[in-house]
């Protein structure tokens, strides 16, 4: 959490048995825009399975009037490119959300950058497990030292270790603004495929062959 934040009225909830903070006065209108999931850390089983074949995958958000956030989501895969639309519900306070469609119980943006980089809080059930991660967006896709900084201050003050965090690589194989056929109905992301491990509930994925 950087310094100027130190002397705000801030709002901690407990959450699998972690303190957590939720970023003060957070806004989601200025949270919108494309953002790039730089690295990760995770205790989760399928997470830890997978992370050494991990890419870097991107948000692409936007506000609605409800508070509420539409994010289209795209992972880099190594046949193609895995897209999906999923909603974050606001959740009592701002910055707050859950994500049904991914078996995201509880997220909070813990600390904010509007122009550079977001520290995100997950805590989520998969495979009837449940397990925390937390993300580290950036608008571009080399992080800076201040928000890898702030990432590692906040993933180790929820009991995650340096050796459960990956650094993800670049990948060309999503190309931002374009979009493929959707799958037909039913269908969803393998969990051990993609930047996520945890996609199988979602909804609206489509597929794009790799260039």
């Known amino acids: 959490m950087r310094p100027e934040h130190l002397s705000l009225v801030l709002l901690w909830v407990s959450v699998g048995g972690a303190e957590v903070l939720v970023q003060p006065d957070f806004d989601a209108k200025k949270f919108s825009g494309l ?18 074949h991990l ?10 009037a409800r508070g509420d956030l539409s ?6 895969r ?4 895995n897209q999906m639309d999923v909603q ?23 600390d904010v950058d509007y122009s550079s980089f977001a520290v995100v809080y997950i805590y989520k ?3 009837g497990a449940l397990s925390t991660m937390v993300q ?14 702030a ?13 459960l965090v990956v650094r993800l690589p670049q990948s060309d194989a999503c190309s931002p603004g374009q979009r493929g056929t959707q799958a037909p109905p039913g269908s969803s992301p393998s969990p051990t495929q993609g930047e996520d491990p945890d996609n199988s509930g979602a909804s609206n994925l489509t597929t794009r062959g790799a260039h």
């Open 88 to 110: 974050y519900l606001k959740v009592g306070s701002e910055g707050h959300f859950k994500v049904p469609a991914l078996g995201y119980l509880d997220v909070r943006v813990a």
């Open 55 to 64: 890419l870097m995958s991107t948000r692409d958000v936007n506000a609605t």
């Open 78 to 81: 190594a046949d193609g490119c």
């Open 35 to 52: 953002w790039h999931v730089v690295s990760m850390v995770s205790d989760c089983k399928v997470f830890l399975e997978n992370k050494d």
């Open 151 to 163: 990432f590692q201050d906040f993933y180790r003050t929820v009991g995650l270790q340096d050796d």
């Open 136 to 149: 580290l967006y950036s608008r571009t896709q080399d992080a800076t030292c201040q928000a890898l900084r």
């Open 71 to 76: 994010v289209h989501i795209e992972v880099p």
């Open 125 to 127: 059930e998969l495979q």
